[in-house]
Nanobody, 116 residues
Framework: QVQLVESGGGLVQPGGSLRLSCVAS????????IRWYRQAPGNEREWVAGIGYTSTTYADSVKGRFTISRDNAKNTMYLQMNSLKFEDTAVYYC???????????WGQGTQVTVSS
């Protein structure tokens, strides 16, 4: 059974940090491109960061503050979020994508709320 299970969301003050984790199972995690997305209330889901086959990229809105990483031995991906802002409040989703196999999987989402 394919699963992506996220954890690490919560309530944090502006300027604070959180680390999201996403544990994969049921597929060969190391062969997949990994990405994080987020969706704020009333907004469409937006891409945040990704590790592809040859590069790591970030949305301009999070560049320099967020860091995406992966540990293939643990089948886990991470999103380290620093210097959080009010506008980072959203549900964050992890995503694993293998274009050559036309496979794509999503986590259930974890809420991140930045509030004073």
């Amino acid at each position: 059974q394919v699963q992506l299970v996220e954890s690490g969301g919560g309530l944090v003050q502006p300027g604070g940090s959180l680390r999201l984790s996403c544990v994969a199972s049921g597929f060969t995690f190391s062969r997949f491109v990994i990405r994080w997305y987020r969706q704020a209330p009333g907004n469409e889901r937006e891409w945040v960061a990704g590790i592809g086959y040859t590069s790591t990229t970030y949305a301009d809105s999070v560049k320099g503050r967020f860091t995406i990483s992966r540990d293939n031995a643990k089948n886990t991906m991470y999103l380290q979020m620093n210097s959080l802002k009010f506008e980072d409040t959203a549900v964050y989703y992890c995503n694993a994508w293998a274009p050559e196999y036309n496979n794509e999987y999503w986590g259930q989402g974890t809420q991140v709320t930045v509030s004073s």
